[in-house]
Structures are given as C-alpha cells and as structure tokens.
C-alpha cells in the first residue's frame, strides 16, 4: 500500500515538474513527459503500472481520457468556427475515413501487420490528441484560424477515430465468427445516436438544474465532473468506447450554452485536464516495455514515415480543396497531427481484445502505436512553431498591452506604447472616449471587454498584459479579474486602488496590481497631464545607468515599464529586478525644462515669506523697508 502511494505521489510530482520545467525552458510539455515516463519505466523498471494498479489500471486511463475530451469540447464554441466549419467538415468526413483506409493497408503491406490488426490500428490512427494539440498551441501562438481547425480536429476526431476502432473490431468479430452479423449495423447506429442523443441530454439536464438553482455553487462543479463520469460508463454499457463520444458532446453543448457558472468551472476543469494528462502520460509510457520497443523494426519505421509525410498530407490536401482554407492553412493542417493520450489507450484495450480473441500479432499494435505517438510528438512539437512562422501564420511575436478605459490619459499612453513599438490597442464602450486615439492611428475595441463578443474579438493570447485605466477603480478592478486567469495575476494593472476605509476598500482577491508603485487616482493622472506631464521614454546606456536616470527624474515621476531589447515589457510595480544597458523606460512625469522652472517658482514664492524678506529693501515702495504695516497699508 505504502509502496503504491509513493508511486501515484512520483507520478504527480514529476508530471507537474515536467509542465512547468517545459514553461521555464519554452519547450513542449509532453517531450519532458514522455522522458519522465520512459525513466520511470522502461529505463529503471520503477514503475510498471499493469502490475502496480492491477484491474483498476484500465479504467483509469479511460476514465481520465473521458475527463479530457470532456475539458476538450468545453472549448468549442460554435462562434469561433464560423469561417472554418467547412473545412472542419472536410477533415472530419473525408479525410479521417482516408487516413484510415491508407493507414491500413499501409500497417498491412509495409508494417507487415495482420489484416485484423492493420484495420483497427489504421482506425486508430485517424485521431490527432488534444491532450497534445492544446499545449502546442498555448506555446505557438498562432492565428485564430489555423489554431481553431487544428483544436476542432484534435477534440472532435479523438472520439471519432476510437468509434472506428469499434466498428472496425466487431467486423472482425464477425469475419472471425466470434460475432452475429445480423444485428450489427443496428446495434453500431443505436449505439451512436445513444451516444450523440445522451451527450446533448445531459448537458441540458445540467444547465436546466444550474439556471434553476436546483444545485448549489459549491457542488456544481462536483456535480458536473460525476455526471461526465456516469454517461461515459452508462455510454459504455451498450457499445464500447461510445462514451468518449458521449462526453465530447456533453462538453461541446454546454461550452454553447448560457451557464453563468461556466467559466469558473472551465478552469476547475482545465486544472483537473492538466493534473490527469501529467500522469496519464506518464503512466501510459511506463506501461511500455522493453520489449514491445525491441519488436519494432524497420518495416515499423517505414510505416511511421508514410503516415507522416505520405499519408496524412494526401488526404489533408485532396479533402480540403476548395474548402475556403488558404494553400498556407491546408500545409500547417497536413503536416501537424501529433497523436496522444487517446490512441495509446485505445490501441491497448483493443490491443488486448484482439489478442483473447486469437489474433497473434495483436500486442505489436500498441508498439506501433507509441511509435507513432512519440515520432509525432518529437517532430510536430518542434516544428509547428518554426512552420506557422514560415507560413506566416503565427502571430506577432511582441508582447503587447491591451489598455481599458478610454481618455486622454490612456490615448497619451497608447501613443507612446505605438511610438515604441509596442503594439497596444484601445478599449471602451463609449464611442467618444476613443476619437482621438482613432485620429492617432492607434487599433480600438469599442464595445464591452467583458461581453462574449469581445472574448471572440480581442483574443487575450495577442496581449501579454492588460491596464483597466477607467475613472472607475471597481469597474477596473473587475476587468483585472476577469482578464487575470487568461494573462496571468502579475499582468494585469489598475491605475487607483488608492486604500480607503475598510468598508469602501475591494478585497485584497480582486483587481490587479497597481500600475505605479503609490497608488495614483484617475483624476490625479488626469491633472496631472492638463498641468503639463507627458510620457517619456528614454534609452538606457552603459555611461547613463539607471542610478544616474533615477537622479535625474524630477520630483514625483512616475516610472510605469521599461522595454528590454528583445522587445519583453518589465513592469516597475510588478518586479523587484532593475533596468539595464539599452533598456528603454517608459515614465510620466512633468519635462525637465518646466520641472526647474516650478521649482525656482516654488523657491522664490517660499523666500517671499521669510523673516528676512519682509524687512529686506522692496524696490516696489521707494528702498524702504517693507513691514507687515507697510504691506497692509499698499
């Protein structure tokens, strides 16, 4: 018992230290988690899942598997695949049944695989993992398009693709006279339409008992993750692996739906999808062993190399023309298929049934498999990124600052932000707030940054931070906390959050960070700049450091960023490093010139009022000595 503990506790601590090893070193996640995997397993025998978890070791890969497809279709909106449905179409209807019927005589004719075991591998093989795909995206930034057609793909096809397997294995089972062909197609249809029909119930039943407020907030979550639980199992009592369908579908309905609820428990979902594709991953490449990595040859590696630069691309290509993707869309889409979680799970229950059903080759699917599974992860991993770039299809690399909040305050700093060549964008949902950032050239938002239009229009992931600059400090502090779980809690600013009394003053859980380091109000700022202040930016050098710059600020400047060289934007309230050579700061502060002239206005109004001024000569009444009498008699 003690034993199986530490085990389940090295699978989560190296999971998680795979993820964020991978954040630290911008390398892809599931690489490192392969590695862990093969260590534990293989390489040091220190894990062996089959043995360790006994009969429990299926049903909970499978399980975990059913979570991320759930977690998966939670991010399909409908809104976001409007220019892209027919292509979607294209891949899921053509070209998945191409890539099977290739893959398959492929497995047979060049893998040297038997035909039972070519045809459901070939099945298997139409899928293209989520549990990869999102992470690649989340590192490679692409456009909206080309990462819409491959998520859409990867979450939809994953389902699909093990359905296939499915059909494909009864067929076998009747071809081998294990099955009655008789009610076969029946039985495959109902099994579907359950599958499909019991997907979309469910969701309903969920968001009519949410919106009725038949469950309370704190067990709603809890309630959702035994529901996606309970179809897949009932799902998989009338044909197998159907639940995965079921669940997808369950996902993708309320991902469409109007739950008020769904945000919160969106991230509940991811946090729990990132927890189980860790140690799923890792559990899954332990499971292999040194002998199934022995039984590939060359005909094996052949068979990877067709499917990868033959097979795949034929039918990408041929499925999508005219489809209204670009030629530069189709090659990205051709190319990238990384598989995952889902296939090797898939091809080790069927894997296993083939085998008690007295296929002999049966256990080199899964060797073949994981072949596929790590060619795809090494190559897609470490070239989706290069290839968008080629492509153009990758985004602007320059971290930008989306700015909410309208004024001439925010329009100086837009201003400045475009002069640095930080790309910046405007929002507000009064149309005359943004009329001279419009005349200055500077891209605006106007609407609501909080609706669900603007989650569709401005895409947070083209902004690596986020200024609520509004007169209003609780309408800011709202924007930061909506926009913080997407850009990060140390990217997103406020101006104000000036401290009040503890009955007016937000909890400490809501907002940003300030955006100066003392706490400025909308109106200071805004006299501030009506007295005269401006932004300024200015270059560090190795003879002018950062100490001669501070000296040299007049009193009360405000240090807001600096920009270093590779373009990365250093906050001054939000990091405790400091500017170095060829690093460019960004303050708002009161020009030099005039800064010295209110000071010796300061100075000369002061020494008015001395003790010695007034009896000193006042060439204004004649030399004589100017008394507090004299002064109130003139």
């Known amino acids: 018992m003690d034993d199986i503990v530490l085990k389940l506790a090295v699978i989560g601590v190296a999971g998680i ?24 397993g293989p390489a040091t025998g220190f894990l062996d899942p089959a043995t360790d978890f006994g009969t429990a070791y299926r049903p909970m890969v499978s399980i975990a598997v059913a979570i991320i497809l759930f977690e998966g279709g939670l991010t399909l909106n409908f809104s976001e695949i409007r220019e892209t449905s027919k292509t979607v179409r294209r891949i899921i209807m053509v070209a998945g049944p191409m890539i099977w019927g290739m ?77 009655q062909a008789e009610n076969l197609v029946v039985f495959i249809v109902f099994g579907f339409a359950l599958a499909i029909g019991g997907g979309w119930a469910a ?44 669940v997808t579908v369950m996902g993708l309905a309320l991902a469409n739906s109007r739950v008020a609820s769904l945000t919160d428990m969106r ?12 140690g799923i991953f890792i559990i899954l490449t332990a499971s292999l062993s040194l002998d199934d990595i022995g039984s590939l040859d060359w005909q094996a590696a052949l068979f990877v190399a067709l499917l990868l630069f033959v097979i795949r691309p034929v039918a990408i290509m041929l ?45 080199r699917m899964v060797a073949f498999t994981f072949a596929v599974v790590v060619t795809t992860i090494l190559l897609h991993g470490f070239t989706l990124a290069p290839l968008a770039q080629f492509l153009n299809l990758k985004k602007a690399s320059k971290p930008g600052i989306l700015i909410v909040g309208g004024s001439r305050w925010s329009t100086a700093l837009a201003r400045k932000l475009n002069e640095a060549e930080v790309p910046v964008m405007l929002a507000d949902q ?15 938002y106007f609407g609501e940054v909080l609706s669900e239009s603007a989650h569709h229009a401005i895409d947070p992931k083209s902004f690596s931070s986020l200024i609520a600059a509004g007169d209003n400090d609780a309408y800011n502090a709202l924007v930061c906390t909506d926009f913080g779980p997407e850009l990060g809690r140390s990217h997103v600013f406020q101006i104000g959050r000036i401290d009040e009394k503890a009955r007016k003053a937000l909890n400490f859980t809501l907002g940003g960070l300030s955006l100066t380091k003392e706490p400025v109000s909308f109106l200071d700022l805004r006299e501030k700049l009506l007295s005269g202040w401006t932004f300024q930016l200015t270059r560090l050098t190795d003879e002018y450091g950062w100490a001669a710059y501070r000296d040299s600020r007049p009193d009360g400047a405000l240090i807001l ?42 100075t000369a109004r002061k020494a008015e009022f001395t003790p010695a001024a007034r009896t000193a000569p006042d060439a204004r009444v004649g030399g004589a000595p100017r008394t507090d009498e004299g002064t109130k008699a003139l």
């Open 103 to 179: 893959a398959a005589l492929a497995a047979h004719y060049v893998g040297g695989l038997s035909w039972p075991t070519a045809i459901v591998l070939g099945a298997i093989l139409v899928v293209t993992g989520p549990t990869v795909i999102i992470p690649l995206l989340r590192q490679a930034q692409l456009e909206a398009r080309p990462a819409s057609l491959l998520r859409w793909e990867a979450i939809v096809n994953d389902p699909i693709g093990a359905l296939f397997a499915v059909v494909a294995f009864e067929i076998i089972l009747v071809y081998l006279g294990l099955h």
């Open 17 to 40: 230290g795979a993820q964020w090893l991978a954040w630290r070193l911008r390398l892809p996640a599931i690489v490192l988690l392969l590695v862990a995997g093969f260590v534990a």
């Open 430 to 444: 009064n149309w005359n707030h943004l009329a001279e950032a419009r005349l200055a050239s500077i891209p605006v």
């Open 267 to 278: 991230r509940f979902k991811e946090t729990i999808t990132t927890l189980l594709v860790s």
């Open 561 to 602: 960023l600096w920009i270093k060289p590779s373009g990365a934007l250093m906050f001054a309230a939000a990091t405790t490093t400091t500017p170095g050579p060829n690093d460019r700061i960004l303050s708002f502060a009161i020009p030099k010139d005039e800064a010295r002239a209110e000071a010796a206005s300061k």
């Open 319 to 363: 499925a999508t023309i005219r489809s209204g993707a670009t030629l530069q869309e189709r090659i990205l889409t051709s190319w990238i298929a990384p598989r995952g979680v889902v296939a090797v799970a898939v091809s080790g229950l069927f894997g296993t049934l083939l085998a008690d059903a007295g296929v002999e080759d049966a256990g």
């Open 203 to 246: 969701a309903k039943l969920i968001v009519w008992s949410f919106a009725r407020g038949h469950v309370p907030e704190y067990l709603k979550a809890p309630v959702l993750l035994a529901t996606v639980v309970a179809v897949y199992a009932a799902t998989n009592l009338v044909l197998e692996e159907a639940g995965l369908l079921t």
